[in-house]
């Protein structure tokens, strides 16, 4: 499960790729539920089966008390085992981290690109010995941007090192634009040149290497397979990608006669296995079309008349 704890940060990182609608706001998710109070946080895990949360933001050293109670509610609810990284573009003093022992089991630093050339001189190498000291796994997480190979003297201190393909996002693409950078291709949010920046560092054996189509599809599909096999209704297919197939007869007072266990009547409208639909009421008086949407009552993704 990402847990998004706030969307405030000091900084301004210029290839930030948080949305517009959550940055700057200090409202926490849970994936993209809104979270109004403990329950909704636990109700979102227990609908994905989450085994792990990855705490993300903004940045979630602003809101430390914050981190302490759901890091807290998580592990009493699931147990130890539920395994919480959190994000940080901070090197955080050592009482912020000593908070965080047997709360989070890593941490994953992400120092802001203009402090590249200057990390080892920099606080982020010392408490990153201390959070490993404090018996945390410790890893740093950045984008794929030149200069990357300033991070090669610390990988041995570092339990990951992990890249991120460089992505194009609605909020970063005037920045983008002004460096001159451009899309890889058509068809993802991957940006040309940033595989080749990584070329060297990638060699090293704690680096770790995932691309935006990785990040896009693979993790997406499964959170969505997931919450669909908890969630879908008995007459509900669940497709390849997590999302779900049902068809809808919108018919008014006149219902037909159909097995409650593949039907659902929801206001003058009856929703059913699809191909109960397609097979047996296509000549059925009232509008008629097949619904596919992420599950959960998620986005639609396509509506097709019959
Ligand atoms: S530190 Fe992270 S959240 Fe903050 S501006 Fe930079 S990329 Fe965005």
């Not at 120092?111 to 990390?119: D, G, M």
């Not at 770790?208 to 499964?222: G, M, V």
């Not at 659902?264 to 639909?277: F, K, P, S, T, Y």
């Amino acid at each position: 499960m990402v847990l998004f704890i706030t969307g405030r940060c000091n900084r301004t990182c210029w290839y930030c790729p948080i949305s517009s609608e959550r940055k700057g706001k200090d409202t926490a998710y849970a994936n993209d539920r809104e979270i109004r109070c403990d329950e909704d946080l636990l109700e979102e895990a227990r609908i994905m089966s989450a085994l792990g949360t990855g705490i993300t933001g903004g940045e979630p050293f602003l809101v430390p008390d914050r981190i302490v109670h759901y890091c807290r509610l998580l592990k009493d609810t699931f147990g130890d085992d539920h395994h919480i990284h959190m994000y940080t573009g901070i090197a955080p003093d050592d009482a912020k981290l000593e908070a965080l022992v047997g709360l989070v089991d890593e941490i994953r630093f992400h120092p802001p690109h203009e402090i590249w050339p200057q990390i080892m001189e920099s606080r982020f190498p010392a408490q990153i010995r201390k959070a490993k000291e404090l018996g945390m796994e410790v890893t740093i997480e950045v984008p794929s941007l030149p200069g990357i190979e300033a991070f090669e003297p610390l990988l041995d201190d570092l339990n990951f090192f992990n890249i991120n393909e460089l992505e194009w996002s609605e909020t970063n693409a005037h920045e983008m634009r002004l460096r001159g950078f451009d899309l890889e291709d058509c068809y993802h949010n991957a940006v040309g040149g940033a595989e080749e920046w990584t070329r060297t560092i990638r060699r090293h054996e704690k680096v770790h290497w995932c691309t935006s189509t990785f990040k896009d599809s693979i993790q997406l599909r499964e959170r969505l397979k997931r919450i669909a096999a908890n969630t879908a209704r008995t007459f509900e297919e669940i497709t390849e990608d997590g999302t779900i197939i049902y068809g809808v007869l919108e018919c008014g007072e006149d219902v037909p006669d159909i097995d409650p266990e593949i039907m659902e009547v929801i206001d003058g409208r009856v929703e059913m296995a699809w191909w109960v639909l397609t097979d047996c009421f296509k000549d059925h008086p009232g509008k008629k079309y097949v619904v596919e949407r992420y599950p959960n009552k998620g986005m639609i993704v396509e509506v097709i008349p019959v």
